[in-house]
């Protein structure tokens, strides 16, 4: 055996002996610690008649309906946690808004050598670019902290600026409790999300196409050029991304994350029957935190579905009031003037009648074209919105003796009063009013001028009458 091998084995024993025993006690201190997170409360499972979700390891959780941002589970969800590497989803939202797929990445020796030797890299050596198109695979797919710092002196200029933007994105977002410090999710006492946030960064990373398609790719091959001689391998180790764990329904993406003080953090996107969710774990231990996913989408899946506001509203009315008056058309055969939107729709539990939903108006909205939103809970909790628009054709009405998928018995069905107005014949007939008006006030005005004059005219005469009379007189 060769004398170097010998050493390289002898120093490898050396530094991994000592700590055997110590490392096979914490792990089994971090499990038992785990299971002890299972009784934590679910503050999802608090809130009356809602379906009861599973109780995890992880000591954060939530799972969020993506396009309505509904809340189906909720688990510490405001609690500050390390993101570790699911920190590059923020990286990658952020940069694709200033950089272009084609562009090349140079490499800073700050860029490669800042970060510690044992953290994930893809090996990159100072000098050497890729594009950042390849970039972005290798901070996604193979969670490489030199390819995010590269990407963040690319885009910020330096390290430090670029976490400030992230910082300030997420803030955009709505991620109030979080800020980062750099851009892969290696620990900083400072660098900090929760589950909600996450869940909220997630949910924008997602709705973009080519992010999404980059964090579901399984494996990823990084040619060598000139500007790059080495060949790279990239695998993802997202075990619902790399299919080493199956489901039935579809998989989106998602980002794996570990140091030791944040442990395993997760997150992953699933669609199914036009529902899609979320799945935010924090601080779990391997490989339970893929296992917590899987049990939190056949949760929300099994136990919610999404419901056509417009479809199905059959009782509600502008401040539950007659707003004319009257079920009839004013002007006759004619459109209404307000409609719901018909994309809009809730994400409410299978075992929820639609009526017995609660709602409110608000007139405070900056949607365009909406005139307001009618806000709907279940027992205070949001389940999403539909907003009151100006009527076009391509909107169903705001006659909600629509279809009706949600059959409700005819008793309980109150008549409503329906607004109804045709825009074209309301507006011809205001103008015929007004022509008349016009008209009335113009014979009116001529009507009192002539009457003026011939009242001049007699005043002119019997003057004259009186000094011809005077006159005569004094001749006389």
Not at 20 to 48: F, Y
Not at 304 to 322: D, K, L, P
Not at 343 to 350: A, E, G, H, I, R
Request: hydrophobic letters at 40%; aromatic letters at 10%; proline letters at 4%.
């Amino acid at each position: 055996m060769p004398i170097k091998r010998i050493i390289v084995i002898a120093i490898c024993l050396f530094i991994s002996i000592p700590y055997l025993p110590l490392n096979a006690a914490t792990l089994e201190q971090l499990h038992e610690a785990a299971e002890a997170r299972k009784l934590l409360p679910i503050e999802s499972n608090l809130i009356e008649n809602w379906p009861p979700g599973p109780a995890i390891g992880a000591a954060s959780a939530i799972l969020m309906e993506a396009n309505t941002g509904v809340i189906l589970y909720a688990k510490n969800i405001h609690e500050r946690q390390f993101p570790a590497s699911t920190t590059k989803m923020m990286t990658c939202l952020l940069a694709v808004e200033h950089a272009n797929l084609n562009d090349i990445i140079p490499f800073s020796s700050t860029a490669v050598n800042s970060i510690s030797w044992d953290s994930t890299k893809i090996g990159i050596k100072a000098g050497h670019s890729i594009t950042f198109e390849q970039a972005l695979y290798a901070s996604m797919v193979r969670s490489a902290n030199d390819a995010t710092n590269g990407i963040a002196e690319f885009v910020g200029g330096d390290l430090a600026t670029f976490a400030k933007m992230m910082t300030q994105k997420a803030e955009e977002l709505g991620a109030q409790n979080t800020n980062f410090l750099n851009s892969h999710g290696l620990f900083e006492e400072e660098h900090y999300t929760t589950a909600y946030d996450l869940a909220l960064i997630a949910a924008a990373y997602f709705r973009h196409e080519m992010l999404a398609k980059i964090s579901n790719t399984s494996r990823y091959y990084i040619p060598p050029t000139e500007n790059q001689p080495e060949e790279m391998y990239l695998n993802n180790r997202h075990r619902l991304v790399n299919g080493e764990i199956s489901v039935d329904y579809n998989i989106i993406g998602g980002k794996t994350g570990f140091v030791n003080r944040s442990r395993q953090t997760l997150i992953t996107a699933a669609e199914k029957d036009g529902m899609r969710l979320i799945c935010v774990i924090l601080k779990q231990e391997t490989p339970e935190q893929f296992f917590d996913t899987v049990k939190l989408f056949d949760y929300g899946f099994s136990n919610f579905q999404i419901v056509n506001v417009a479809a199905n509203e059959t009782r509600y009315t502008i401040q539950n009031a007659s707003f004319f008056q009257t079920g009839n058309d004013i002007f006759g055969d004619s459109s209404p003037l307000l409609s719901l939107n018909r994309d809009d729709y809730l994400v409410m539990p299978k075992t929820t009648d639609f009526r017995s939903l609660a709602a409110d108006i608000n007139y405070r909205t900056d949607k365009p074209s909406a005139v307001a939103e009618i806000i709907y809970t279940y027992n205070n909790a949001y389940l999403g919105t539909a907003t009151i628009d100006f009527a076009s054709e391509n909107r169903s009405t705001y006659d909600f003796d629509s279809q009706m998928p949600v059959e409700v018995p005819e008793s309980t069905i109150e008549e409503e009063n329906v607004i109804f107005i045709n825009v074209r014949q309301a507006i011809f007939v205001i103008i015929i009013l007004a022509a008349l008006a016009i008209f009335f006030f113009i014979v009116r005005s001529a009507l009192k001028s002539y009457h003026f004059n011939r009242r001049r005219k007699r005043r002119r005469r019997q003057a004259i009458r009186n000094r011809r009379d005077q006159f005569n007189g004094y001749k006389l």
